[in-house]
């Protein structure tokens, strides 16, 4: 893994001082998937040919996002197993309780087992892929089989990532209370980045963990920014538990953690399914503006 950031980085940068020139109007307006050799990863190219996201997808790994670069190119936006939590993954999916089985602390083999990784759309204004993946117990049985469908727009400098997360139980399966799981985002924190997060009700840092709420922006302003790169993320009305709480940790990752009011149930052969959109930009934003931004996603 640690290879592959360090491969990355030096393209990203090759690719980045050649386009310094070019306006920042004109850049980003195309984009296209890629699959990498042996089939495992897909990434999303600039019109230059630059990395901006890639899904990892590995066999026996939960599938995550990683790297993310901020839409203007100057920063990565998400982590890799951090020193201070080795388990998150960038941008991923993993509740903590399913069966008393714990797969948000466990992104590796006997957990997870791949069935599909899947281009749906590789070009266009809109693309679209999916990651299929079977969560197992611990005699290898099939508890939850989980479809994560995911696009990826470009508008007016920000990016849109949507989620349709579908778990379909093979099992009676329980999703038992606890202060976080499922959709998560880690960025590159450290004690000496200045790092922010507010809500849709005007709660701050710390003061928003746990609090519900249809939206939620951590910025950060990572190495070498003047200004905060952002993700806001917004929860959706048909999901179960809107307005959902929100996990804020004390190194600022983020997610929303709908078993945080209790224990939540899917029977066997029915699917939960729930929704989710990443916006991803750079400077500031009002809450007004946030709100308006989760209204055209919510259709409110």
């Not at 590789?122 to 939850?144: A, F, P, Q």
């Not at 993320?233 to 709908?258: C, E, I, K, L, S």
């Amino acid at each position: 893994m640690k290879s592959f950031v360090l491969i990355f980085t030096a393209f990203w940068l090759l690719n980045s001082c050649s386009n310094s020139k070019e306006p920042s109007s004109t850049r980003h307006t195309d984009y296209h998937l890629q699959v990498a050799d042996g089939g495992d990863q897909v990434s999303i190219l600039g019109s230059g040919g630059q990395i901006v996201l890639t899904q990892n997808a590995g066999m026996h790994h939960r599938p995550y996002l990683h790297p993310l670069v901020s839409p203007d190119l100057k920063s990565i936006m998400t982590e890799y197993s951090p020193g201070h939590h080795r388990h998150q993954t960038g941008i991923y999916w993993g509740m903590t309780r399913v069966n008393q089985r714990d797969f948000f602390h466990n992104p590796g083999e006997g957990y997870w087992r791949r069935l599909d990784l899947t281009i749906l759309q590789d070009t266009g204004t809109v693309l679209r892929w999916s990651t299929k993946y079977e969560m197992l117990d611990s005699i290898s049985e099939v508890l939850l089989t989980e479809t994560q469908i995911w696009s990826f727009q470009s508008k007016a400098g920000r990016y849109l990532l949507d989620l349709e997360w579908q778990g379909q139980a093979a099992q009676d399966v329980t999703i038992g209370e606890y202060d976080y799981g499922g959709l998560f985002v880690r960025m590159p924190w450290t004690e000496n980045t200045p790092s922010e997060v507010v809500n849709a009700a005007r709660d701050r840092d710390q003061r928003a963990e746990g609090k519900r709420a249809m939206w939620i922006d951590l910025g950060m302003q990572l190495e070498g920014r003047e200004d905060m790169a952002r993700i806001s993320m917004y929860d959706h009305p048909q999901n179960g538990g809107y307005p959902t709480p929100w996990r804020v940790d004390g190194q600022f990752g983020v997610g929303p953690a709908r078993c945080r009011l209790g224990d939540w149930e899917i029977p066997r052969g029915h699917t939960e399914i729930m929704k989710y959109r990443l916006e991803v930009y750079t400077g500031n934003a009002t809450d007004i503006e946030i709100t308006d931004r989760w209204e055209d996603y919510a259709g409110e």
